[in-house]
């Protein structure tokens, strides 16, 4: 080995330390003992396009947050980005067959129906206005149509008018009318379509009510950690507060993202839709696939005006990533 | 409290308040982090996976991390634990196995000579950094290399061995 040139025996090293992790080579030559430390030092030395890549989409999800975070309270200074007047970043897309939801809405939370239109090939879309919040439900006119319900929390003045309204309008009760150790009056409703509204009024100066606006989604999963971590890296979504028992469930949670609160609840998933208002959809379609979303169709700009791209999250819950004209 | 920790609270909180300037707090951690978990890891994949990893669950949490005083790659290297046991359940190694330890004093030494050594790296004249980069995160053998950047083989391992020893001497404690 010593008639060896330099350069060949410390090649001959390296490759034993990167090829096999193996160090022998470098211990019976102890000329090379110290350079085979710094080789073997370099095997753990990161990939300098991975740490930039890494780098580049952490600078992206932090740039998208604050857009969006600040996106619609100063719409005025953002010209790119101006939210549709009345909608949050986050606004739920419930697919019924006909009409019977809106006149659910109305008739039990005094709903009122801002907007109507058709839906090329897809039926109608409908748009109304709950309290301080938007619904959008999509009437697909099919009733081979899977219906695809969801959960609502939804803050009245008066829960037990409201309750007794939406057991009048068609909803069954999953639970009457109770002051709830978490700060609200609550009761329980299943509409005819199978949604859930978790009805309440505030209790006491520190409830939520005080906090959320009227209608909040409330998705279930199994796995609210996973959940909330996949929305957090794909939708820049921040968590608000958890509550977790002994042996890591969580009953209850909330994240926010832009100026939308979401809330979670373990359980099994009703994987529904909802509408996601991003300065840039595209961005964020690509931020989402990499999270492990699922494309359903990529960004493109869509009959309504909006651009819009569709994906379906871990959950089974699918997303209008949009930006209104 | 001396100036580093300071400066490291204020950037912490800074980012708090804009996320924007967390890229700042990675670029301080990113090295050590990586260094952490390559050395458990097993493969280049999965470090880079973990790290990831690590670093998109900062910025998720990071509200809700709080100065006590003990520095901010302590909290990262908490969740680089936490991470890698997350991946070997989901590789379907035993269950059984703890998350691994955070540094003690001596690991502490030798990471941070490490996160020298890559800056150093970072430091070297362009065609011994080409050699590193291709030779050690990219395997590449020597042939592999000579043709890559047009020299001979001997050339290349001429600048291999300058380039380590470059290395040993700037790092002072390796000689």
Redesign the interface.
Known sequence: MADQL???R??AV??AL??RGDASAALRDPELA??A???A????????D??AR??A???R???M??TMTSGPAEAGHSADYAMREGFTTVTPYIWVPDRGLADFLVRTFDAIETSVGEIPGHGVHRELRVGSSMVMIGESGRSDVPARPVAFHVFVEDVDATFARAVTAGGTSLGEPEDRHYGERAGFIRDAYGNHWYIATALGPQSLGHALRTVTPYLHARDINGY??FL??AFGA??ETRAEQPGGVIPYARMRIGDAAIEFGTADPMPGAYFLYAADPDAMYEQALAAGAKSLSAPADRPSGDRIGFIEDPVGNHWYIARPV | MDVSTDEERLLIEAAQA??????EL??RN??RI??YV??RAGS?SV??DV??EV???A???L??FKWRGVPFVAWLYRIASNALADHWKREGRDSHDLPPDVPDEREHQDLE??VS??QL??RLPDAQRQV??M?????R??REVAAALDRSE?AV??L??RA??N??KD?GH??
């Open positions: 330099l350069p060949d410390l090649d390296i490759d990167v090829a110290a350079l430390r710094v080789a030092d370099l095997r753990h030395y990161p990939s300098r991975f740490t890494l780098r989409r952490l600078e999800r932090t740039t947050t604050t909330m971590d957090s890296r921040v968590e | 804009d996320p924007a300037r967390f890229v990675y670029d990113v090295d990586y260094a390559s050395r280049r470090a880079e790290t990831s670093f998109e669950q910025l998720s949490n509200g809700k000579r490490r050594l890559f790296v970072d590193i980069q030779r050690f995160v990219e395997d053998t020597i001997g391992k001429q291999q061995l380590l020893e290395l040993r790092a390796h000689g």
